[in-house]
């Protein structure tokens, strides 16, 4: 849990909501943001890949408020069939296909993001094309793309 990850926005975000969150993790801004943590905030340090997996198939949404390259937990979210909430640059941008895998919101505000959120739960997600557009970003996609170009020399 570090500072650049925004993580405050989220917080801020479901304590006006009054939506139950759930942050995973440890790092430097865990104390800030468990004093700015509301009732519906709860915090869980260490999780083993079957837990963290059970908690992305059960989500409702997965909130992101970085900017990141990529962002390895929006494609885990979405493997889930879980929908990704996300600023909607860098990496976000490339995973979440808006109004259909997710939501992507325009500003690092609190109010940009609380309005996603309102987006995402008026909407019915198809969970099947979520996760099949997670694929993309699997090791077996990544191989066979890689073997194509290797053996026919084309670039998709």
């Not at 990704?84 to 690092?108: K, S």
Request: net charge positive.
């Amino acid at each position: 849990l570090k500072k650049f990850k925004r993580i405050n926005l989220i917080v801020e975000a479901c304590n006006r909501l009054a939506r139950p969150l759930i942050i995973v993790g440890t790092g430097p801004a865990r104390k800030h943001l468990q004093r700015q943590a509301g009732k519906t905030v709860r915090f869980i340090a260490k999780i083993d890949d079957t837990g963290l997996r059970e908690l992305y198939a059960t989500a409702r949404g997965y909130l992101h408020a970085a900017r990141e390259d990529f962002g390895m937990t929006m494609a885990e979210a979405q493997a889930a069939g879980t929908p990704v909430i996300a600023f909607g640059e860098g990496g976000a941008a490339e995973i979440v296909v808006h109004n259909e895998t997710g939501i992507l919101f325009r500003e690092q505000t609190t109010e940009s993001l609380i309005e996603a959120i309102k987006m995402s739960e008026a909407k019915e997600w198809d969970r099947q094309i979520i996760m099949r557009n997670a694929q993309r970003f699997s090791e077996e996609h990544f191989k066979n793309h890689f073997l194509r170009i290797v053996h026919e020399g084309v670039i998709t």
